[in-house]
């Protein structure tokens, strides 16, 4: 009997043991934004606890990785770089998901959805708010020049991949509530003003032309901005992987701070 006493003692403490661990890596989360729910997903890095405040990236992925299974997303891009360099990545990572036939910066309620992800995940996981970062590729990378221009100061700094301002007409045809002004470029560069600023593109994309990013870079610089600019001589559109494995992007990432 006593025996018996004990393993029983013993079998909830190991259970109260589980329960108090938090889980890191990639998680499954979900939040709900007027009628719908959506899917996304958040990274802790493995020595996440609740006793400090956290970095905090949110992360738009690019039209490939579209849908409502809240686990693509993470197969492409920043997900991709931090399976391979985890120490490197030290941060709390959002992870939204855009749904098919729609794009980042043209429907309100993706915007909503990505926003309510972030919102809801930094205050589960104690996120920093002089430390959140904008990241996106390809479509997340139009997605993160329109976003930044809408929420300026939101971010301390961001990471722009094989992105664009001025949205291709076969975009537009198929998502009219894309707006552009006469002047995006030096529109979008005013707007964000001193944000700092890494952009990345391969000079041999044929999905979103180099140029793009190379106005951009052109635009901040003219603007007074606080800008890096990183292109990668043949390489096509896929430029992520380069990027984010990139020893000194997530140094100069989490070096960024909002002042206070």
């Known amino acids: 009997m006593h025996s018996a006493l004990l393993l029983a003692v013993a079998s909830l403490l190991f259970a109260g043991s589980l329960i108090a661990k938090q889980e890191t890596g990639f998680l499954n989360r979900t939040v709900t934004v007027g009628s719908e729910t959506y899917k996304y ?5 493995p020595d996440w606890n609740k006793k400090q405040a956290w970095p905090v990236i949110l992360f738009l992925h690019g039209a490939g990785e579209r849908g409502d299974d809240g686990v693509t997303q993470t197969q492409v891009g920043l997900g991709g770089g931090i399976r391979t360099h985890i120490d490197r990545w030290p941060a709390i990572v959002v992870m939204p998901q855009c749904r098919k036939d729609t794009w980042w910066s043209s429907d309100a309620k993706m915007e909503a959805q990505a926003f309510a992800a972030l919102e809801k995940s930094m205050k589960e996981f104690h996120g920093d708010p002089s430390r959140v970062y904008l990241s996106g590729l390809s479509m997340g990378g139009y997605g993160s020049w329109a976003y930044a221009t809408k929420h300026p100061g939101k971010f301390a700094a961001m990471i722009v991949i094989c992105g664009g301002v001025k949205v291709p007409e076969s975009i537009r045809n198929r998502f009219p509530n894309v707006i552009e002004s006469a002047d995006p470029y030096t529109d979008v560069a005013a707007k964000i003003g001193k944000t700092p600023v890494w952009i990345f593109h391969g000079d041999a994309d044929v999905a979103v032309p180099v140029l793009e990013s190379r106005k951009m870079n052109d635009a901040l ?29 997530p140094k100069w990432l989490f070096a960024q701070t909002l002042k206070k």
């Open 41 to 45: 997903q958040v990274y802790l890095p």
């Open 221 to 249: 610089k003219a603007a007074g901005g606080d800008v890096r600019y990183t292109e990668y001589p043949g390489v096509n559109h896929n430029s992520w992987d380069k990027a984010y494995g990139e020893t000194d992007l």
